[in-house]
């Protein structure tokens, strides 16, 4: 059967540490005149948003600062961010920040050229039309929006969230500049390192991976195995966070084009329905889906627990595999990570059954390499109670 390759990638890349002045060098060519900076409050109020601003500054390039984006983005953020945008005439976004900024700038910079509401282009590639130019600034290493195709967006009448895979939202430039995240408080950098290593293993395990996806996907999860216990224990560790910074990177790469899976796709129903960060949902989940998962994809698990330096000599694909799972709920117990849905506020066990249904529609379970029924997606839940 003849298979056929779509790779899809950021233009620009600029990464290394105190790398964030370059990104000007870049910007003052295109000819830009005002921009429209999605970030959020915290990282205005402690200013670490300010060396940015100096740039543009001295760039003369004008600029408005939309700071009130939430962790899980939602609708009426983006409806509120495109009229400011629209109103003030802003001709290119720049994210700043984590995932949340990311996704949000993407559903305003598509829906700025598009038209319609971002409720429109959940799914697959519905865009018609380019998005308005995006700058991609990273402050976290895990969710790899600064160079994705993706975002995510809560609907908060209806407690879902969207997934919106659609090539138009890939940024024209990422920045990851690993001195931007030295502040970054542990429990943040648990969850953003476990989301990285979450997109490692989806991706390689996907049933869209391809070789080229495959050895990022690999050495993302080596990195994230030896580097996140570090930056977690020592956050002002500058290169422990640069290591980091090229694991989720890598981890980007491979599932904007390979793919994720089902911790993903149970995760953003958790997201939506209670408002959880999305790497704690990703790192509780994680176990759980690869147990479900191993019967299919034990070989892919072996090559895992090989990156995480799990002693597997002389032991079966199975052996090896289980024994990486294991490792991961280790290193879940070190980070400070929640092992049980009780353990997550909000969660009400009654609410499996929708939470399964919306699970099973959305776009990142089409990937996953064993395929379930709705019992045994609220079977992989019951789990964890």
Excluded at 65 to 87: I, R
Excluded at 193 to 199: K, N, Q, V, Y
Aim: glycine residues 6%; negative net charge; charged residues 20%.
């Amino acid at each position: 059967m003849k298979k056929i390759v779509e790779y899809f990638m950021t233009p620009i890349s600029i990464l290394g540490i105190e790398c964030l002045s370059q990104v000007i060098h870049y910007i003052k060519p295109m000819k830009f005149r005002k921009a429209f900076i999605v970030t959020d409050k915290t990282l205005v109020e402690n200013r670490l948003i300010d060396e940015l601003l100096t740039l543009l500054d001295a760039a003369e390039i004008f600029y408005v600062v939309y700071k009130d984006v939430a962790p899980n983005p939602t609708v009426k953020q983006v409806e509120f961010g495109l009229k400011l945008l629209q109103d003030n005439g802003c001709d290119f976004l720049i994210s700043f920040g984590g995932g949340s900024p990311h996704d949000c700038a993407k559903a305003i910079a598509l829906l700025s050229t598009n038209g319609g509401t971002i409720q429109d282009y959940e799914g697959l590639n519905k865009a018609k039309k380019a998005a308005a130019p995006l700058i991609a600034i990273n402050t976290t290493a895990g969710t790899g929006s600064e160079l994705t195709r993706f975002c995510v967006i809560t609907d908060e009448e209806k407690h879902i969230k969207m997934t919106i895979n659609d090539w138009h939202l890939t940024p024209i430039i990422s920045v990851n500049d690993a001195a931007l995240m030295t502040g970054m408080p542990p429990g943040l950098t648990a969850a953003t390192g476990m989301d990285a290593l979450t997109h490692a293993i989806e991706a390689y395990v996907s049933s869209n991976a391809t070789p080229v996806t495959d050895c990022k996907a690999l050495k993302a999860a080596e990195l994230v195995f030896r580097y996140l216990p570090v930056v977690h224990k020592e956050g002002t560790n500058l290169a422990a966070r640069e290591m980091m910074v090229y694991a989720e990177y890598l981890a980007g790469i491979s599932f904007n084009n390979a793919g994720l899976g089902y911790v993903h796709a149970l995760a953003h129903q958790l997201g939506g329905f209670y408002n959880l960060p999305h790497g704690l949902c990703n790192a509780l989940l994680l176990p759980a889906v690869m147990e479900f998962n191993l019967p299919v994809v034990a070989g892919k698990y072996a090559d895992i627990a090989g990156a995480a330096g799990v002693p597997t000599a002389g032991l079966s694909s199975e052996a090896s595999a289980k024994l990486v799972i294991d490792q991961i709920k280790q290193l879940n117990t070190k980070l400070d990570l929640p092992a049980k849905l009780q353990d997550v506020r909000g969660f009400n066990s009654a609410d499996i059954p929708i939470l399964a249904e919306h699970a099973l529609k959305d776009i990142c379970s089409v990937t996953n390499p064993r395929q379930a029924s709705q019992a045994e997606i609220e079977e992989i839940y019951r789990l964890l109670l």
